[in-house]
């Protein structure tokens, strides 16, 4: 597509359940990024993966979260047994290859936890 | 590590005034600089960036030097518009630790 694709792009679900976020990446980007955004603050790094290289999984706040990604193209973060804290907006970015090139972000998936 | 600072928002200002947003950053060696923005309802966009010492990126009339020697990539505008309202961000990358840092963000409101 032409842009990075995200989906769903609101999602409600109940403390306690699992969820999984979409994101479509630009064709052909290499590297691929998740972040995740509370209200009213900055981004915060949760996941990056570039090439067939093993991903930089720093960010991720708790084992309740992880990420996967199919070669170079479809990622799903997967959020177990939600908390309301993990309410927020979570990106997705994608770029060619990661220094210097710019990094295309989707819309986000806004994720509220009740 | 990498980290950016920038300046605390919110901003409020008078349209046709001249805006600076600060941002410094820490870093080894030669991060990329750049500035994303935030609409209303919309993704975050690049608006600008910079690869090297003493660039200047530049895009709808807004201009970020870097500035190696203070570390800085302050962001300006010599006339603001209302359209100019939303959240901006200043980040950098490295390499060799290819995660994109971000500042917190600094809201900008223009005001008629």
């Known amino acids: 597509g032409a842009g990075v694709s995200q989906s769903p792009s609101n999602k409600v679900t109940e403390k306690g359940k699992d969820v999984e976020l979409r994101c479509d990446p630009i064709s052909g980007h290499t590297a691929l990024y998740w972040y995740r955004q509370r209200l009213g603050q900055g981004l915060e790094f949760l996941i990056y993966f570039q090439g067939n290289s093993a991903p930089d999984k720093s960010g991720l706040p708790s084992d309740r979260f992880s990420a996967e990604r199919t070669g170079e193209s479809v990622s799903t973060l997967t959020i177990q047994r939600t908390q309301q804290e993990d309410s927020a907006v979570y990106l997705c970015?994608?770029?060619?290859?990661?220094?210097?090139?710019?990094?295309?972000f989707g819309e986000g998936s806004w994720l509220t936890v009740v | 590590g990498n980290s950016v600072t920038q300046m605390e928002g919110p901003v409020t200002l008078s349209e046709e005034a001249f805006l600076t947003i600060n941002c410094t950053y820490t870093a080894t060696g030669y991060p990329s600089l750049f500035w994303y923005v935030q609409y209303p309802g919309e993704g975050l966009q690049l608006l600008l960036k910079a690869t090297k010492a003493d660039d200047k990126g530049s895009n709808k009339g807004f201009e970020a030097t870097y500035r190696k020697e203070t570390t800085s990539f302050h962001l300006e505008k010599g006339s603001v518009q209302v359209s100019d309202s939303a959240v901006y961000f200043c980040?950098?990358?490295?390499?060799?630790?290819?995660?994109?840092?971000f500042g917190t963000g600094t809201r900008l409101t223009i005001i008629p």
């Open positions: 970015a994608s770029s060619f290859q990661a220094t210097g090139n710019t990094i295309y």
């Open positions: 980040a950098l990358i490295n390499f060799g630790n290819e995660k994109l840092t």
